[in-house]
């Protein structure tokens, strides 16, 4: 009897199956990566998103990604565990930023319905549309992160339409929560928006815009971004970020602008530079302080695990950072090497 | 020690026969050294009918392949992209795409084609969890990839491989089909002048 039971679910699910034509199938990615960092100074000084802990083999997270699409409607459903992916991203499942609540959190979660090749929408929450870098290890070449990443948006829940008008432009444009907010308090307050072009082959630049007001903020924010990659040979690329964020009544924000250089020597090695330039908008009669940064990358890869060697040097003209030596006394600049494993699936 | 023997004569024969059928699971290389998938096939049809029913295939394949160009009056260029899966037990995603040309020739009584100038491009996940092309910039399927992709590489030549067998079955099918062929009727012109 137990058996044809079970012969009989097995067969509701096999014609199951059968029926749903145009379905494709349920696609599961993720990635895990692990880092060592050290700091000539001993003291964990260059504080930008993730990659902070001094001297220790430590954890990033494990990333845990499904994909499903049935005719035209498809959703994305991405969680994330570890250090990297919680307290370290904001916010974390209980809604709010709080490093000693580890849950996890979500990276996307969204449903998208293709109305046409060319139309679409998308609801949810989804990595932001903002900038060169990401919080997954896998889409970024260099391990530890640029000030412009660290200080824009890392999500954006809202609604979008997508217009694909050619394989050289497309245009999106939303309505969006607050900056990494499951729930907008305020109501639904952001508008954004990104002009995509691709004007030669292997060029693609983004032009993106966000403004609103968040809920508690001084002001209304408009972040103004340029996000541009060019794979001007087959080993040389070239990527580009630039941005501008300002709160009204001058409440501050930051200006900055990134450059990364990439060289594959092979397939499965290349060498990436990133420099860049941020400068912190000072609040009122506040001055305006900057930072300089330049970080060296190597990718080495083997099958779906990359070795991320990478140094990097920082200068802190004005001592916003708090960089200091290693007897703790203030000072300039910071240096730090590090050794990271990327592991995608 | 007869058995001893017959073990390692067992484990001899079974190697011979995995690396024989790799090999076969691979396409071979043209005169430039590219890998290509060539075939003549002999048919009864006119090269007219032939040569319509090369475009409607090369025309129909919309996701497939792109008609690109005519050469001359009897061959066809179309571009094409096969979507590289990797798949574990129950796991499955794109892991890249490979570019490249189909080209056709007609003649009173056969033609031929070829699939070749394979160029892998890797995909790597977006910010919105999708997998897309992480360049522009396709690399050889021939080319050596290293002792640390070897394995990967292998596998996605191996795919390409079956893929332009089917395509090349569906191709041959489609071409060989045995209703009549019907020229699309040529427009109808508006005369202005006279009436």
Redesign the interface.
Known sequence: MKIKSLLSVLALGLGTTAYAQDAT?????GSVDTYYKYDFSKVGNIKTSFASEQNSVSLGMIDL?L?KTTGKASF?G?LSFGPRGQAQSIPNAAGAYDETDNSFHI??L?INYAFSDKFSMTAGY????IGYE?I?P??NFNYSTSYLFTNGPFQNAGIKATYVFSDKVSLMAGLFNDWNAYQDFNGVSHIGAQLMIAPV??WTAYLNVLSGYAAGAAGTGTILDLTTAY?I??KF?LGLNAADYSVSDDNGGYTGAALYPQYAF???VSLGLRGEYFKYKGVAAAPDASVTSITLSGN????GLTFIPEVRFDNDKDFTQSFVKSSLAPAKSASQFSLAAVY?? | MKFISSFFLLITVAALAKAQKTAENILPVDERGKLIYYEVVDVKIPKDSLKIRAINYLKKQNKELKYKSTQGDTAFVATGKLVINKTLLVMSHPSGEVLYDFQVEVKDGKYRFWLTDFNFIPYQRDRYGNFVASTSVGIPLEKDPGKLNASQWKEYQVQTTKYAKELATKFKVYMANKTPIVAPPKEKTVVKKEW
């Open positions: 199938p349920l696609q599961i990615s990604a994909k994305v991405e990276q996307n969204y989804m990595g932001t549309f990401v997954s896998v889409g082959k292997g794979q040979t087959d690329k092979t397939p499965a080495i890869k083997a099958g995608a699936f």
